[in-house]
């Protein structure tokens, strides 16, 4: 018998992931959309759509949709105020989506909805206090304390990226404010700044060839050339992991987790990367929450945002039937 299911949506800065999830969290279906410049209204459209062929392929009754978002969520409202690289500002997207799709909608960040499906399903699966890293063109960050994923008060919290590891850093990236967040430092962005500085220092790279061949140095790519042809994408890559291990240390001595979860497009190559990470936590940190905490990759890949959305529509129909 077909079992209940539910829509998880994970919509990036240029395309979006659909899936039809059932209550094991296996995916039953899956469609991909490009988001790269859309207005409001269209890539509204964009969203129905994408949902509407997930929801006929489904397998099964679909009873609610869950959107993972890359913007801040006003939760008294279901407000999107404000999305680094999607046209969403100031929207009730989660009534605007409710009523096009005739279903339930919950809305909640994109990195957040990562934290939930790594926690539910993957590597921080029975962790009373964890932490997950998104490493991406920005970074995002999800807190699960108590067991369950922590929202700050209006569900703006557990912004990560945006802790500051240099005082007098560079100005970060999109609407934030800060400078020298480890967003701006650590992120895909800042890994192409840095690859490309390296490549100039060290004209007979491979780094350097591709660079002048006109490719753009992005963290794919880098992690790639670091598999291959060695020393100077490497370095680059390393000086990204390590400032995110300097950010880390201050999550390990204020949260105590026993988990710290990293992934994300950068973050692609999983554990061999992660030894800089690791060594700053243990140089910086405090006893005992340093040698307590594990430091390991992600394990649901491009899949998590999707999987932790379908994870939100389904506890939302439950607090629903609670109340
Ligand atoms: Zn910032």
């Known amino acids: 018998m077909p079992g209940r299911r539910t829509i998880g949506v994970d919509m990036g800065g240029s395309k979006l992931l659909a899936g039809a999830v059932d209550e094991e969290l296996s995916v039953h279906y899956r469609t991909r959309r490009t988001l790269a410049d859309l207005d409001q209204p269209t890539l509204i459209d964009t969203a129905v759509d994408a949902v509407e062929e997930a929801r006929e392929q489904a397998g099964g009754d679909v009873e609610a949709v869950g959107f993972g978002i890359p913007s801040l969520i006003d939760q008294r409202t279901g407000t999107a105020v404000i999305a680094i690289n999607l046209p969403l500002a100031d929207i009730r997207f989660g009534n ?116 002048e061949d006109g490719y753009p140095l992005d963290g794919p790519l880098i992690t790639e050339l670091a598999h291959d042809d060695g020393a100077a994408s490497s370095e680059a890559l390393e ?74 529509a389904f506890d939302g129909l439950a607090e629903a039937a609670r109340q």
Not at 164 to 179: L, S
Not at 254 to 278: C, H
Request: aromatic share 2%; net charge negative.
């Open 239 to 312: 000086l990204i992991v390590t400032r995110v291990g300097v950010a880390i240390a201050s999550f390990v001595n204020i949260f105590n987790p026993e988990v710290v979860v990293i992934g994300g497009g950068v973050m692609a190559a999983g554990a061999p990367l992660l030894g800089p990470a690791r060594a700053e936590v243990a140089a910086r940190a405090l006893p005992p929450s340093r040698d307590l905490v594990s430091i390991v990759p992600a394990e649901l890949g491009v899949e998590a945002g999707l999987i932790g959305a379908a994870c939100l």
């Open 96 to 211: 605007v989506m409710a009523e096009r799709l005739g279903l339930p909608v919950f809305v909640d960040n994109d990195a957040n909805m990562a934290a939930l499906a790594e926690h539910r399903a993957g590597a921080a699966r029975g962790a009373g206090e964890a932490i997950v890293l998104t490493v991406g063109t920005g970074i995002g960050g999800g807190l699960i304390l108590g067991g369950r994923l922590y929202r700050g008060s209006i569900g703006a919290g557990g912004e990560l990226g945006h802790t500051v590891i240099q005082a007098d850093g560079p100005p970060c990236q999109g609407n934030c404010p800060n400078r020298g967040c480890v967003e701006v430092l650590a992120s895909g962005t800042a890994l192409a700044i840095e690859a490309t500085r390296i490549a100039g220092e060290r004209p007979e790279s491979g780094l350097a060839a591709v660079l």
